[in-house]
């Protein structure tokens, strides 16, 4: 067991510079940077030179046959998308019209054949992207939990993940598992570099994907996870067995969540416990004397009667006795 | 599910026999007529053309592969259950994965399935997954997951146990299946059923404890199961939308453990001049529980510039206990200090944990560089417990203890945050927000043994959010998100205060065929409150590099790396005698992955690559993946895989539980 006597407390300014660390003010100096550098970008530009009389009159819709007579490979695919419902489904306002719902009108194209003329989806900012899917997709279950997601606020658009035209119902996501994760993976290679350690999920093996516990549309729980049953969380939907409700809570997990203790995606430690040894994990925690109230510092969680010797390996491992430390059915202090 | 896997083997094979005859023109004409029609009124030449070219009788409507081998294995250096417990494949025919698609043509059940399995024939992680699809009729998907857990990792527990590992060791297969059916998808209303069934079975070792002086490792029978029964309906608008759910769950714990012989237990001396000994033991759980819920769902858009969200979630679970053991051996009751021979233990109890969730929001657009996202949400969590523990020791003459408790846990989460979004120019958009957390935890916490008074934590939590993305060209991307918060109440020692969060990414396509990515995440948390201390931070880098040159038709190469690190000191009390130390744990690793596609002769393939990670602190770690695969296509159907994957795992402190083997896998694929 590593332990060590803080050798003295910290300055005022120590404390400050910790708490905010240079990275902090690194990245505001390097957001300054970028806005600068974009607007003054924007700015340099030269004037546009006066545009060419052009035909004032507004684009009018065409037809999705009209489309097909150029863009037949598309077209061909998009007969076997789920998006196919579009061109056929009366009720959506979009009959014949299905690439024109999310191009536009696209009379001018068709003439010119000019990409100036049409609107593309994947050209836009993610905020105009959104929108066109969100016209036909805002209001369906799967985006309820959108104004939560970090995604949304983030600015990733829906085409960062889906493909429009792809054809079939596999096709306008990655369903496979190892496809999902790699797409996430594009992404978030800090949290797929978690997976490549000893304990871990089995992610990399195909066993599991990253939207089996995060909903990348966004959920009321932090960090986009998955809920089960309702509300719970959605670790329980693997492990029934630590869902409880158990007649003996342990307060963390219900109150904080199983990061409390855990490091869901891959650790150093075994069972991807957030510390190296399990008495650790416990300890932070339970280091408050025993009161009957609340103490000075408003925390909760007591320190272990004096018979707990920690110089003797056999009480380093709480959980060796605690074993049920999710919670018990039968025992205050989770022995059973 | 051995049929399961039977049933996806047939399924394909009977879908080879080809279509009976290939469609006549003038049958095709007829069972779409509208849509020619329709279409010949807009463009006659072209729908007339088509209607003159049949479906080439050749066009393949099963398309897939499937992959069969046999894995080999060097022997196994080192710790074998280290092994099982970090990587566990194990040797012989397998099936690596089937893959099928079936597009039927005529759309009579289905216009598509697709089914695949993968991980078959003892390997650690089974799945199969059938997804079918009836356009505007049905969705139908059913998924099965097999995966083996084993962990038995000696230094998480007592290295010095005299029997050997004395932890919570176990060897389970956890099951899970879900089916989902949706019924008229697309339209206006779509009913839905869904069913999931989650179950654990397997062995393991548990602890029977009499008292504190004597803990004795015991084989033990884990099994339990969730059954989730739920059905509902989407009703979509283009206005608005609604889901309405109600579900159900049952649930089942049934451990079982079963002792005789004799057993010392893991204390090497004696207690009281008594030598501690367990002769046998019967304990078993029947734990039964039940919940309904029900799922309110609810988006509208009453105008153009205003997005509303909602929802109301409600769940009430109930759990019934049964417990029972019986012990013999020679045990000590440490209030008399006297030995006795046996005990016997009986519990009941239950709990109940209404758990209502509420959430409300709008995104609001006023102008069209703006967009304003408020949110507000509320979670509720109240959990009675009640348990009756009734002991007797056979002692002279015998004691009865009986406990009743009524425990309690209630807490109550309160979050309101706005995010306001401003598009500076079409390539920036600055984010600016606030979010307020509230809430109240009250828990029986004044002493660890949960017979104290009540006590109540409390949680106040101001956060300052920001963002910015910048896109000044289609080939870079630059996305900061920040936020810093302060706390005035936390409910645990280790909980986030004072803390700030900032993460950037950034990716860079520097030519066609090379992209770089970049994320850099820290995560600094204090507390300062003299008893505490608590000083975390955590960091994260990592950079990708994509390069795939001419399309990749020679090679291609992916390469990760990752940097990072952790510090975390914080002060606690160390028993026995309650001294003022500081924890500190440190980790900092680094991570590499890269896959390396080389295209040779012949459609050859050759990949290299792997996974390299490697820690030094607390507990220096290293583990090591490399992976070379060789695929060699045999004519247009069969390609040779042959793979080779080393595993090296080991612990600077803990030498031996390190492992090593190679892996080596030969297989066809078989593609249609």
Same mark, same amino acid.
């Given at each position: 067991?590593?332990?060590?006597?803080?050798?003295?407390?910290?300055?005022?300014?120590?404390?400050?510079?910790?708490?905010?660390?240079?990275?902090?003010?690194?990245?505001?100096?390097?957001?300054?940077?970028?806005?600068?550098?974009?607007?003054?970008?924007?700015?340099?530009?030269?004037?546009?030179?006066?545009?060419?009389?052009?035909?004032?009159?507004?684009?009018?819709?065409?037809?999705?046959?009209?489309?097909?007579?150029?863009?037949?490979?598309?077209?061909?695919?998009?007969?076997?998308?789920?998006?196919?419902?579009?061109?056929?489904?009366?009720?959506?306002?979009?009959?014949?019209?299905?690439?024109?719902?999310?191009?536009?009108?696209?009379?001018?194209?068709?003439?010119?054949?000019?990409?100036?003329?049409?609107?593309?989806?994947?050209?836009?900012?993610?905020?105009?992207?959104?929108?066109?899917?969100?016209?036909?997709?805002?209001?369906?279950?799967?985006?309820?939990?959108?104004?939560?997601?970090?995604?949304?606020?983030?600015?990733?658009?829906?085409?960062?993940?889906?493909?429009?035209?792809?054809?079939?119902?596999?096709?306008?996501?990655?369903?496979?598992?190892?496809?999902?994760?790699?797409?996430?993976?594009?992404?978030?290679?800090?949290?797929?570099?978690?997976?490549?350690?000893?304990?871990?999920?089995?992610?990399?093996?195909?066993?599991?994907?990253?939207?089996?516990?995060?909903?990348?549309?966004?959920?009321?729980?932090?960090?986009?996870?998955?809920?089960?049953?309702? /509300?719970?969380?959605?670790?329980?939907?693997?492990?029934?067995?630590?869902?409880?409700?158990?007649?003996?809570?342990?307060?963390?997990?219900?109150?904080?969540?199983?990061?409390?203790?855990?490091?869901?995606?891959?650790?150093?430690?075994?069972?991807?416990?957030?510390?190296?040894?399990?008495?650790?994990?416990?300890?932070?925690?339970?280091?408050?004397?025993?009161?009957?109230?609340?103490?000075?510092?408003?925390?909760?969680?007591?320190?272990?009667?004096?018979?707990?010797?920690?110089?003797?390996?056999?009480?380093? /491992?709480?959980?060796?006795?605690?074993?049920?430390?999710?919670?018990?059915?039968?025992?205050?202090?989770?022995?059973? | 599910?051995?049929?399961?896997?039977?049933?996806?083997?047939?399924?394909?094979?009977? $879908?080879?026999?080809?279509?009976?005859? =290939?469609?006549?023109?003038?049958?095709?004409?007829?069972?779409?007529? $509208?849509?020619?029609?329709? #279409?010949?009124?807009?463009?006659?030449?072209?729908?007339?053309?088509?209607?003159?070219?049949?479906?080439?009788?050749?066009?393949?409507?099963?398309?897939?592969?499937?992959?069969?081998?046999?894995?080999?294995?060097?022997?196994?250096?080192?710790?074998?259950?280290?092994?099982?417990?970090?990587? &566990?494949?194990?040797?012989?025919?397998?099936?690596?994965?089937?893959?099928?698609? @079936?597009?039927?043509?005529? #759309?009579?059940?289905?216009?598509?399935?697709?089914?695949?399995?993968?991980?078959?024939?003892?390997?650690?992680?089974?799945?199969?997954?059938?997804?079918?699809? #009836?356009?505007?009729?049905?969705?139908?998907?059913?998924?099965?997951?097999?995966?083996?857990?084993?962990? $038995?990792?000696?230094?998480?527990?007592?290295?010095?146990?005299?029997?050997?590992?004395?932890?919570?060791?176990?060897?389970?297969?956890?099951?899970?299946?879900?089916?989902?059916?949706?019924?008229?998808?697309?339209?206006?209303?779509?009913?839905?059923?869904?069913?999931?069934?989650?179950?654990?079975?397997?062995?393991?070792?548990?602890?029977?404890?009499?008292?504190?002086?004597?803990?004795?490792?015991?084989?033990?029978?884990?099994?339990?199961?969730?059954?989730?029964?739920?059905?509902?309906?989407?009703?979509?608008?283009?206005?608005?939308?609604?889901?309405?759910?109600?579900?159900?769950?049952?649930?089942?714990?049934?451990?079982?453990?079963?002792?005789?012989?004799?057993?010392?237990?893991?204390?090497?001396?004696?207690?009281?001049?008594?030598?501690?000994?367990?002769?046998? %033991?019967?304990?078993?759980?029947?734990?039964?529980?039940?919940?309904?819920?029900?799922?309110?769902?609810?988006?509208?858009?009453?105008?153009?510039?205003?997005?509303?969200?909602?929802?109301?979630?409600?769940?009430?679970?109930?759990?019934?206990?049964?417990?029972?053991?019986?012990?013999?051996?020679?045990?000590?009751?440490?209030?008399?200090?006297?030995?006795?021979?046996?005990?016997?233990?009986?519990?009941?109890?239950?709990?109940?944990? =209404?758990?209502?969730?509420?959430?409300?929001?709008?995104?609001?657009?006023?102008?069209?560089?703006?967009?304003?996202?408020?949110?507000?949400?509320?979670?509720?969590?109240?959990?009675?417990?009640?348990?009756?523990?009734?002991?007797?020791?056979?002692?002279?003459?015998?004691? &009865?203890?009986?406990?009743? %408790?009524?425990?309690?846990?209630?807490?109550?989460?309160?979050?309101?945050?706005? &995010?306001?979004?401003?598009?500076?120019?079409?390539?920036?958009?600055?984010?600016?927000?606030?979010?307020?957390?509230?809430?109240?935890?009250?828990?029986?916490?004044?002493?660890?043994?949960?017979?104290?008074?009540?006590?109540?934590?409390?949680?106040?939590?101001?956060?300052?959010?920001?963002?910015?993305?910048?896109?000044?060209?289609?080939?870079?991307?630059?996305?900061?998100?920040?936020?810093?918060?302060?706390?005035?109440?936390?409910?645990?020692?280790?909980?986030?205060?004072?803390?700030?969060? *900032?993460?950037?990414?950034?990716?860079?396509?520097?030519?066609?065929?090379?992209?770089?990515?970049?994320?850099?995440?820290?995560?600094?948390?204090?507390?300062?409150? =003299?008893?505490?201390?608590?000083?975390?931070?955590?960091?994260?880098?990592?950079?990708?590099?994509?390069?795939?040159?001419?399309?990749? #038709?020679?090679?291609?190469?992916?390469?990760?790396?990752?940097?990072?690190?952790?510090?975390?000191? @914080?002060?606690?009390?160390?028993?026995?005698?309650?001294?003022?130390?500081?924890? *500190?744990?440190?980790?900092?690793?680094?991570?590499?992955?890269?896959?390396?596609?080389?295209?040779?002769?012949?459609?050859?393939?050759?990949?290299?690559?792997?996974?390299?990670?490697?820690?030094?602190?607390?507990?220096?770690?290293?583990?090591?993946?490399?992976?070379?695969?060789?695929?060699?296509?045999?004519?247009?159907? @069969?390609?040779? &895989?042959?793979?080779?994957?080393?595993?090296?795992?080991?612990?600077?402190?803990?030498?031996?539980?390190?492992?090593?083997?190679?892996?080596?896998?030969?297989?066809?694929?078989?593609?249609?």
């Amino acid at each position: 067991m590593t332990v060590s006597i803080r050798p003295s407390l910290r300055t005022s300014n120590e404390y400050q510079r910790a708490r905010f660390p240079r990275e902090a003010r690194l990245l505001l100096l390097v957001a300054a940077a970028l806005y600068a550098t974009t607007v003054a970008g924007a700015q340099d530009k030269p004037a546009a030179a006066p545009a060419p009389p052009t035909d004032t009159k507004p684009a009018e819709y065409v037809g999705s046959e009209t489309c097909q007579g150029c863009h037949e490979d598309i077209f061909n695919a998009f007969q076997k998308s789920p998006h196919h419902l579009v061109e056929t489904d009366k009720k959506r306002g979009w009959e014949t019209k299905a690439c024109e719902s999310c191009h536009g009108p696209g009379s001018k194209h068709a003439e010119s054949a000019s990409a100036a003329d049409i609107r593309n989806p994947a050209k836009l900012n993610p905020a105009e992207a959104d929108r066109a899917c969100l016209t036909c997709h805002l209001n369906q279950p799967t985006h309820v939990g959108r104004i939560y997601s970090s995604h949304a606020k983030n600015q990733v658009s829906c085409v960062s993940c889906h493909s429009v035209h792809k054809n079939g119902p596999n096709g306008l996501v990655a369903r496979k598992a190892p496809e999902v994760n790699q797409l996430c993976a594009k992404c978030h290679a800090d949290v797929w570099a978690s997976f490549q350690r000893p304990f871990k999920h089995r992610l990399p093996e195909g066993a599991m994907t990253c939207v089996d516990c995060h909903n990348p549309h966004g959920t009321l729980l932090a960090r986009s996870l998955q809920t089960a049953r309702a /509300n719970e969380p959605g670790c329980g939907k693997c492990h029934g067995d630590k869902a409880g409700p158990f007649p003996f809570e342990h307060a963390p997990v219900k109150v904080e969540g199983c990061m409390a203790c855990h490091e869901p995606h891959g650790s150093a430690n075994p069972r991807m416990m957030t510390r190296h040894e399990i008495g650790f994990v416990c300890l932070e925690c339970h280091s408050n004397l025993p009161a009957p109230t609340l103490p000075a510092n408003g925390t909760l969680g007591t320190s272990p009667p004096a018979f707990h010797d920690l110089r003797t390996p056999r009480f380093r /491992n709480c959980t060796l006795c605690h074993q049920k430390v999710h919670g018990s059915y039968v025992d205050r202090a989770f022995l059973k | 599910m051995r049929y399961l896997l039977a049933l996806l083997w047939i399924v394909p094979a009977l $879908a080879q026999q080809p279509p009976d005859t =290939p469609p006549k023109p003038a049958d095709q004409a007829a069972q779409a007529p $509208a849509k020619t029609d329709d #279409k010949a009124a807009q463009a006659p030449a072209k729908t007339d053309a088509k209607a003159e070219s049949p479906a080439p009788a050749t066009e393949q409507w099963v398309t897939g592969s499937v992959d069969l081998g046999y894995r080999w294995m060097t022997d196994i250096r080192g710790s074998f259950p280290q092994y099982r417990s970090v990587v &566990n494949l194990g040797e012989g025919p397998k099936l690596f994965g089937l893959d099928f698609t @079936i597009t039927d043509p005529k #759309k009579r059940l289905f216009d598509r399935l697709d089914a695949r399995a993968y991980g078959w024939g003892g390997d650690p992680y089974s799945t199969a997954r059938v997804d079918a699809r #009836k356009l505007g009729i049905y969705d139908f998907t059913f998924d099965y997951r097999n995966i083996a857990y084993f962990n $038995a990792v000696p230094s998480f527990a007592n290295p010095l146990a005299p029997a050997g590992f004395n932890e919570q060791a176990f060897d389970i297969h956890r099951r899970t299946m879900n089916i989902a059916l949706d019924l008229l998808p697309g339209k206006r209303f779509t009913p839905y059923l869904a069913f999931d069934r989650n179950a654990g079975y397997g062995h393991g070792i548990d602890t029977f404890l009499n008292d504190e002086n004597e803990e004795f490792a015991v084989p033990t029978l884990l099994r339990d199961s969730t059954a989730n029964y739920r059905g509902g309906v989407h009703v979509a608008y283009n206005r608005f939308h609604v889901t309405l759910e109600q579900g159900g769950t049952t649930f089942k714990d049934d451990d079982q453990t079963q002792f005789a012989g004799t057993n010392f237990g893991d204390r090497t001396t004696a207690f009281q001049g008594q030598k501690l000994v367990l002769n046998s %033991l019967q304990q078993a759980y029947g734990i039964r529980g039940h919940s309904i819920y029900s799922k309110v769902l609810v988006t509208a858009s009453p105008f153009s510039k205003l997005d509303i969200y909602g929802q109301f979630l409600y769940s009430d679970p109930k759990t019934d206990v049964r417990y029972a053991d019986s012990a013999t051996g020679k045990f000590v009751n440490p209030d008399t200090l006297s030995a006795f021979g046996a005990q016997q233990s009986l519990a009941t109890g239950s709990a109940v944990a =209404p758990h209502t969730t509420g959430s409300v929001g709008f995104e609001l657009r006023p102008f069209r560089r703006l967009r304003i996202i408020e949110s507000w949400m509320t979670d509720r969590y109240h959990d009675t417990g009640f348990g009756l523990f009734n002991q007797v020791l056979q002692t002279t003459p015998p004691t &009865n203890n009986i406990t009743t %408790l009524a425990p309690i846990q209630v807490v109550n989460y309160n979050q309101e945050e706005i &995010n306001a979004l401003f598009d500076v120019t079409s390539k920036i958009t600055l984010r600016g927000g606030y979010r307020h957390v509230w809430g109240d935890a009250t828990v029986r916490a004044g002493t660890l043994s949960q017979t104290g008074d009540e006590v109540s934590g409390e949680l106040r939590r101001n956060v300052g959010l920001a963002g910015l993305t910048v896109r000044p060209s289609q080939k870079l991307s630059v996305n900061l998100d920040y936020e810093a918060a302060s706390s005035d109440r936390v409910y645990f020692r280790t909980s986030l205060n004072d803390y700030h969060r *900032a993460r950037v990414r950034a990716k860079y396509q520097v030519a066609s065929a090379l992209v770089v990515q970049a994320n850099f995440q820290v995560l600094n948390n204090q507390n300062p409150s =003299p008893d505490i201390r608590y000083d975390f931070e955590s960091r994260r880098n990592s950079l990708a590099v994509f390069w795939t040159p001419a399309g990749s #038709k020679r090679v291609s190469v992916m390469a990760e790396y990752d940097r990072s690190t952790l510090r975390s000191n @914080i002060s606690f009390l160390l028993p026995p005698f309650l001294t003022p130390t500081v924890s *500190a744990y440190r980790d900092n690793a680094h991570t590499a992955t890269s896959a390396v596609d080389l295209a040779l002769v012949r459609g050859a393939k050759l990949t290299a690559g792997g996974s390299f990670f490697i820690s030094s602190g607390s507990r220096p770690s290293r583990y090591y993946q490399p992976l070379m695969r060789l695929s060699v296509p045999f004519g247009k159907h @069969i390609t040779s &895989n042959t793979e080779w994957q080393y595993y090296g795992f080991g612990e600077q402190f803990f030498l031996f539980e390190g492992f090593r083997t190679h892996v080596f896998m030969t297989g066809l694929r078989i593609t249609r």
